[in-house]
């Protein structure tokens, strides 16, 4: 009897010890939470972080090149499953944008919620590696270099998406973000921003980047390199800031290499499952009914014999064709640049360095300048096989031939250069709209999301 109560004692003991109603604390692997990385973060955990920011980096491409190429006529992306990414995106019948419009929703999709996530990883990677001690010092300044430079890089996007009615650049505190302000002191904390990360970089020593980079980095993937990228991403912003010596100074100490590549560059890459496919990938001449097609003034403007537009558009055997409120677009020339649906996407390359430098120098304007802008855009031209630049060497005329070589050089990339470029030189109207009969947009509202949480707040 003594022996069935100690085996009884022991059980009741055991049953109280694993209690059935008392549930243990269960991590999601898939969902880890911020505070489980902001102190104490292992190398693995930073790695994590480092290659989330990196998928982060990479969500604007498919909604930025589809809409603002559109936007800019550089493309027209057709869709026959549903007639608004052409009636709405045209501005056709006089639709204009508001602040849930088709194809960026309530949140301004990859134009304007998708970057801030960027933005928002970046700064819990900086956070993570500031608060441990498994990394050295020049370690986290090359963390936080390399997180302030996307960082930089992705507050360009909601910026030139909504341009004059401002960004929030203080997003600290999620439930509490800052004002919105103006699109001139957005564009001046961005560089702060960048020039922010250069020094990190510069503290961070030589060598290689102390974790590991995907495919899209290869050949950038050193502290000195990603110096380099860190200025081509400045030299591109110092234009839109108007300063001209800035941008020429950044893009000297950016990889800006005239004899070399111009395809060189730092990369989106993509790959099988469980990565993504590359977006902007269609297969060549497949009856489809849903395809970017080149932009039939864009066709109408080429300079006979351009090597871009061979090596860029694919004349279709079949054109496709789809009907619209303001009638059919046909495209007859598709995109041609992917060659799988795995290659990556450049997200700044040598020649957009090249002619930016010409831009820099042709606005600059003195003698030597120019002649040197002049220089810069033979570059461009002589790739292309058209020859040097035989027109008049003053500002005026360099920066209208810089303007048109970027239609070609830059065209289809995911930034839609032509609208920002039009833009900024109050040449929007220059953009035609009588192959679709839509408008031109300068700028989109607020998201509603973002409306809705300041009147939720009260501010």
Known sequence: MKKIHKYLFLSLMVTAACNPFELDEIVDPNNPSVQSVASNATKNQLQFLLTGLESRHRGYVGNVTQAWNTFGREIWYLNGSDPRFQTDWLGQNGRVPDAAYFGFGATGGGSYATPYQAIKQAQVLIDAAANTTVVSAAERSAISGFAKTIMGYQFMIPANFVYQNGIRIDIADPLNPGPYVTYDAALDHIADLLDAGLADLNAAGNGNFPFKLTAGWTGFNTIETLKQVNRGIAARLHLYREDWQGALDAVNASFINETGDLNAGPAHPYGAPPDAFNPLFYVANASVSTIIVVHPSVLDDATPGDKRVTDKFLLRTTPVTISTDAGPLTGTHQDKRWTANTSSIPFIRNEELILIKAEALAQL??????????????????????????????????????????????????????????????????????????AIFTQFPHPQSDLNWDAYTGN
């Not at 070609?408 to 470029?421: N, Q, T, V």
Request: no cysteine; aromatic share 10%; glycine share 6%.
């Open 365 to 438: 304007g003195s003698a030597q300048n120019l002649t040197d802008a002049e220089t810069a855009i033979n570059v461009i031209r002589n790739a292309a096989l058209i020859g040097n630049y035989s027109g008049a060497v003053t500002k005026d005329a360099l920066i209208d031939e810089i303007l048109y070589q970027r239609r070609y050089s830059l065209w289809a990339e995911p930034w839609g250069h032509r609208w920002i470029d039009a833009r900024r030189y109050d040449r929007l109207d220059e953009i035609p709209t009588s192959y679709d009969n839509g």
